[in-house]
C-alpha cells in the first residue's frame, strides 16, 4: 500500500507540475531566439555574436558561421588547453631558440631571451595580458611536446566543444591563410573557457609583473590590452574579462565577456576596423542589456510549491503527506523583458537518469534544473 500511494504522489507532482504557470517578477519571458537574432543594431563588424555565457543562447548574430581569421583571440584556445593539460601551473617553461626565432619581427612579445625559464602561470599572464606571441610558442613545446603537437591539441579541444568552423595552425594566431574560427565557435570556445576559474583569474587580470629571472634582471610588468577590462577610453559596467587581436589579414578582432545582475554575456567581434571593435562591442552589450534579464526561479521570484492533496480521496488524503519542491537558488535563464512570464510552465521529467525541472516557453524546452521534493508528516 505504502508503495502505491508513493507512486500515487510521484503522479500528481508531475501533473501539478506540469500546469504550474512560473511567474518573473516584473512579466518577462525566455526569448525567442528568431526575434532575438539581428534586430536593429548597425555593426561595422563583418561578423559578430552576443551569447548568454549561462545557457550558450545566442541573442545576436550576423554572419555566424563564417571563417575569419581570429588573429590574437586564438590565446583563449591556447589558455584553456594549457591549463587544462598542465600538471601545475609552477611548472617551469624552459624557452627555446626556436620558440623565439619562429615568430614575426615586431610582433607582440615581452622579449624572453632563449633558455629564460618561466612559470608557467607567468608564460600564461603573459599570453592573455601582453599578448606574447613567443609565450605562446614556449608553452606549446613544453605542453604538447612541440609546437605542431600542442596544436593538434587545441583542433582536437575545438572539436570536443562542437567547433564546426574553427582549424588553428599556430598557438598564437599570426596569420596562416589555414586558420581561422568563425564568431560562433569563439563564443562557445570562450564560453568553455569561463567555466575554468583558473582561466577567468588570469583573464581579467589589469596588470600583472613577472619576477626577475635567470636571464632578465628587471622585473617585467604586463598590463591587459583590452581597454575595457582597464577602464581607458572604452568603459562598460560589468565588464570582467577579454581578448584583443589584429592582424592585417584579420584586421582588429575582440572577444569580451560581461556580467551584470546575474546575466554574464560573451561578445565577439571579428574583422572590424579601429575603433569600430570597441565600439560594436559597446553596441551590443547595451542592446543585451537593455532587453533581457535574469530569471532565477528558485530565487526570490519562485518560493516552493506544496503539492495541493486536498482533491484526493479521503483514504488517501488522510494517509499523504504534503510535498514542497526547491532547487538551486543560483540557477537561472536569461529572459526578454517584452514578453510574459506566465506563460512559462514547467514540468518534472527524466535526464540522463536524474530528475529534472523542466521551463518550456510556448511548447519549446528553455531550461532545466536539479530539484528537490521534501516530503512533510
Known amino acids: 500500500m505504502k508503495r502505491i500511494s508513493t507512486l500515487l504522489l510521484a503522479l500528481i507532482l508531475v501533473f501539478q507540475l506540469a500546469v504550474m504557470p512560473v511567474f518573473a517578477q516584473s ?21 559578430a555574436i552576443l551569447m548568454d555565457a549561462g545557457t550558450g543562447e545566442i541573442l545576436y548574430s550576423k554572419n555566424i558561421h563564417s571563417k575569419r581569421y581570429p588573429a590574437s583571440i586564438t590565446k583563449i584556445m591556447t589558455t584553456l588547453v594549457a591549463i587544462e593539460n598542465c600538471d601545475s ?22 622579449y624572453i631571451e632563449p633558455g629564460e625559464k618561466l612559470s608557467l602561470e607567468e608564460s600564461l599572464y603573459a599570453i592573455m595580458l601582453e ?5 605562446c610558442n614556449g608553452v606549446a613545446e613544453h605542453i604538447g611536446g612541440s609546437i605542431e603537437g600542442f596544436v593538434d591539441m587545441m583542433n582536437k579541444r575545438a572539436e570536443e566543444i562542437g567547433c564546426k568552423d574553427t582549424h588553428f595552425m599556430n598557438p598564437n594566431g599570426l596569420h596562416n591563410d589555414k586558420h581561422y574560427v568563425s564568431a560562433y565557435d569563439m ?3 570562450t564560453r568553455t573557457a569561463l567555466q575554468n576559474e583558473t582561466f ?49 589579414m584579420a584586421r582588429n578582432t575582440l572577444v569580451t565577456w560581461c556580467k551584470r545582475d546575474g546575466v554574464e554575456l560573451i561578445c565577439v567581434v571579428l574583422r ?10 559597446y553596441r551590443l552589450l547595451s542592446w543585451g542589456y537593455n532587453n533581457y534579464k535574469a530569471y532565477a526561479p528558485f530565487a526570490q521570484e519562485f518560493t516552493p510549491k506544496t503539492v495541493d492533496t486536498s482533491g484526493l480521496p479521503v483514504f488517501l488524503r488522510d494517509h499523504t503527506p504534503s510535498i514542497s519542491i526547491s532547487g538551486d537558488e543560483n540557477y537561472s535563464i536569461l529572459m526578454n ?36 521534493v521534501t516530503f512533510h508528516k
Open 131 to 135: 599578448s606574447a606571441n613567443e609565450a
Open 337 to 372: 523583458k517584452n514578453t510574459k512570464g506566465s506563460k512559462v510552465k514547467t514540468k518534472v521529467a527524466i535526464e540522463d537518469g536524474k530528475n529534472k525541472l523542466e521551463f518550456y516557453y510556448k511548447g519549446d524546452k528553455i531550461g532545466s534544473t536539479k530539484f528537490k
Open 187 to 189: 563564443a562557445i570556445i
Open 89 to 110: 601551473l609552477y611548472d617551469t617553461v624552459t624557452y627555446s631558440q626556436h620558440a623565439i626565432d619562429s615568430i614575426e619581427p615586431g610582433s607582440s612579445q615581452i
Open 272 to 281: 572590424s576596423n579601429n575603433p569600430g571593435w570597441y565600439e560594436d562591442t
Open 27 to 47: 512579466g518577462g519571458a525566455i526569448t525567442d531566439l528568431h526575434k532575438a537574432s539581428g534586430g536593429d543594431i548597425s555593426l561595422e563588424a563583418k561578423s
Open 200 to 248: 577567468r583569474k588570469i583573464a581579467s587580470t589589469v596588470s600583472y609583473t613577472i619576477p626577475v629571472t635567470n636571464k632578465c634582471k628587471q622585473q617585467r610588468p604586463l598590463w591587459n590590452h583590452h581597454k575595457m577590462v582597464k577602464r581607458t577610453m572604452y568603459t562598460f559596467d560589468g565588464v570582467e574579462g577579454g581578448k584583443t587581436g589584429f592582424t592585417m
